[in-house]
Nanobody, 121 residues
Framework: QLQASGGGLVQIGGSLRLSCAAS????????IGWFRQAPGKEREGLSC????????FYADSVKDRFTISRDNAKNTVYLQMNSLKPEDTAVYYC????????????????WGQGTLVTVSS
């Protein structure tokens, strides 16, 4: 149902744009969120967007560097990541939820397969 893509290897300070293609969005599951999980760490909520009204929410750790956006015609949500740091290295996931503004992974019902982002010098 959800397909995340756009990960790869990027240098410190570089940028990447991740895409999350949703094959089906419903009135119930209208929030798309981005999460990441680094080895040995808990899954971290980064940002989410309501596909109904476009409202966006960010974790403090990324709000000045990451931007979430949507293209409803393509059923796709993007995460633009700038000024990347080594600590941004992780597998990035998109997921869908009915909880407006939530960045809690346990409030998300459906998950994509993840895309690996590696930030290196």
């Amino acid at each position: 149902q959800l397909q995340a893509s756009g990960g790869g290897l990027v240098q410190i300070g570089g940028s990447l744009r991740l895409s999350c293609a949703a094959s089906v969005l419903t009135l119930d599951y209208h929030v798309i969120g981005w999460f990441r999980q680094a080895p040995g760490k808990e899954r971290e909520g980064l940002s989410c967007i309501s596909t109904s009204d476009g409202s966006t929410f960010y974790a403090d750790s990324v709000k000045d560097r990451f931007t979430i956006s949507r293209d409803n015609a393509k059923n796709t949500v993007y995460l633009q990541m700038n000024s990347l740091k080594p600590e941004d290295t992780a597998v990035y996931y998109c997921a869908t939820s009915s909880h407006y503004g939530s960045l809690y992974w346990y409030e998300y019902a459906y998950w994509g397969q993840g895309t690996l982002v590696t930030v290196s010098s």
